[in-house]
């Protein structure tokens, strides 16, 4: 009895409904992709169904953004003889990338000195930052309109929260990062609505008045108006005193009625 | 004579005191002139007919975002002093009456572009209105009918329903 599929196509529809986009087609030589969105998150988790040239394996493996992919599950018609797919998916090699990156406990992670697994993580968030800045490169900004870059940088706020926090200020603090992406990146932290980073998106804000690019002053007194706390009026107030530029002092005067009218 | 709007990316780009640093024009001012087949898009505020408020009410409904808008205004005999050519063109945004105010500066040489974008930054306004006031104008102009919902940005009209609530 030949149990193996006969084309990619056939091995995917046996797998079920989930598989809603299909990219590729059944190739004699080359591997065989379909893509899988997880719509329902903020950020872009993808799923790909692998199906090699013979069907001999499907993979199926995800990523986030344009991570590294993780296998979830591998099925091997060959090896297997039942024509029910699901009972021979290979669940010992099965990782998923929850498992990798579980949601963050804010409170352990700034109340406790990091653990090892800890710093893992700050590592990959860093990664994955600098790469979105680096995409972020070919990107052209213009005034109040969605960018790819801020929308990434947003996913990984509500993802990652603390980390990508960390992770920014240390790109603000380095003095070749690019401004523009520093700029946009102030807007995206105001803008952003994550309550459980709220302090610290504050913080980062404050830090971004003191930089020396007047281009970053500017965009980090326009984040803290977009947060809309009042508190944030001592600390602009703060800044006017210290501002060279008039025309950001009448700025930051005009964001501080406006703070203080609500 | 009449006054000249112009959209800006960002007003910071031709901070005055920066070109006094630098004894001139500074690069990044021009990020606010970028030009498309050599021509920029302004709006000709003649008797001040219409408010510059509606004006960038209709800008700003073209965004994705509720947000704030830098833009300069200007004295419309700067185009004659640089020789820059116009042609009216109606505009694109969801209020007819400020598309008819919409003009190209045309056949621009690079030249010309830094001396309007030079003479801007000495003798125009450089303004900026915070995205409250921006969100009350669109609102605002949604209710009076001056602004056509069909034509609003899709993404911008959830985000509008605060502004029309309270004064703040």
Known sequence: MNLVPKNALTVLDSLGQDVFSLTGYAHPTRPTFAEEIMPAKKFRRSYEWVVYPDSSTVIKRGRIFSGSWVIHHEIRPYLKKEDNLDLIIDETNASSVDEFFPALDIAELSTSEEKGSDIDRLTFVSEKVKEIFCDGESEIFKAGMDSIFSQRLDSMINYFGVLTLKALSNLLSYRQTNIELLSE??????????IKTKNLRFRLLIEGLNHTSAIIRDSASLGLYDMEDPQAIPYLEDAISREKYDSLKNDYGQIIEDLGAC | MSILFRKLER??????????ELGGLQADALRNFITKENALSVYEVENKLIDIERILAAIAGMRDNVQEVDYATFDSNLLEEFEIKTKKIKGDTADDEVNNLHIDLIDLTAKQVCLLASSIQKDGNLMRILKKKIGREITEGLKKGYLNKNKINEKLLPKLAKYAQSGC
């Open chain 1, 185 to 194: 990146t102030m807007r995206t932290v105001g803008r952003n609505a994550d």
């Open chain 2, 11 to 20: 007003k910071v780009y031709m901070e005055p005191q920066k070109a006094d």
